[in-house]
T-cell receptor, first 110, second 115 residues
């Protein structure tokens, strides 16, 4: 797995965009970047993933730099329910010994 | 689909007792993972299976822990004897072998307290 680095915590005002960064400078060409989040007392939940191109779904957008050494998860209009720990991972394959780091604890503030 | 189903959701047991946690993966998934989460150590991968065969158990903390997957729809994680330091949330997760880019689906966890 490529090592990923995330800030331990972030705050975001409700209704504003939350931009969560992730560094993965050792990522190899065929490793995807995945984002999961874990709301308190629940199991982690998949958000989005990407390889090279930017991706968007109903939950979030993922921006991957051209050199693929970093990415940003964007929650366009954060709500209080988005308060969670967000994990960025880059496993060799999505089904092979997937390791989660400490993630970023996002607090959405009213 | 009902998702990954874990039982029990909560268990309180006394030190020295045997604990068995159960997991039903999503139908059709051929990878199954067991994770443990604590405040101190975060989310740790204990073991994972592919097609019911254990592939990597290097995360299993010690011999008191054992995991089995007798068939594609059922797995157990057993702790015998249990100790207070085993208190944690244990998550089961599953996915399938369809590259590129798969997602892992987690259960809601089994909250274990050993007193």
């Amino acid at each position: 797995d490529a090592k990923t680095t995330q800030p331990p915590s972030m705050d975001c005002a409700e209704g504003r965009a939350a931009n969560l960064p992730c560094n993965h400078s050792t990522i190899s060409g065929n490793e995807y970047v995945y984002w999961y989040r874990q709301i308190h007392s629940q199991g982690p939940q998949y958000i989005i993933h990407g390889l090279k191109n930017n991706e968007t779904n109903e939950m979030a957008s993922l921006i991957i730099t051209e050199d693929r050494k970093s990415s940003t998860l964007i929650l366009p209009h954060a709500t209080l329910r988005d308060t969670a720990v967000y994990y960025c991972i880059a496993p060799k394959t999505s089904y092979d010994k997937v390791i989660f780091g400490p993630g970023t604890s996002l607090s959405v503030i009213p | 689909d009902a998702g990954v189903i874990q039982s029990p959701r909560h268990e309180v047991t006394e030190m020295g007792q045997e604990v068995t946690l159960r997991c039903k993966p999503i139908s059709g998934h051929d990878y199954l993972f067991w994770y443990r989460q604590t405040m101190m150590r975060g989310l740790e991968l204990l073991i994972y299976f592919n097609n019911n065969v254990p592939i990597d158990d290097s995360g299993m903390p010690e011999d008191r822990f054992s995991a089995k997957m007798p068939n594609a729809s059922f797995s157990t994680l057993k702790i015998q004897p249990s100790e207070p330091r085993d208190s944690a949330v244990y998550f089961c997760a599953s996915t399938w072998d369809r590259p590129p880019g798969n997602t892992i689906y987690f259960g809601e966890g089994s909250w274990l307290t050993v007193v």
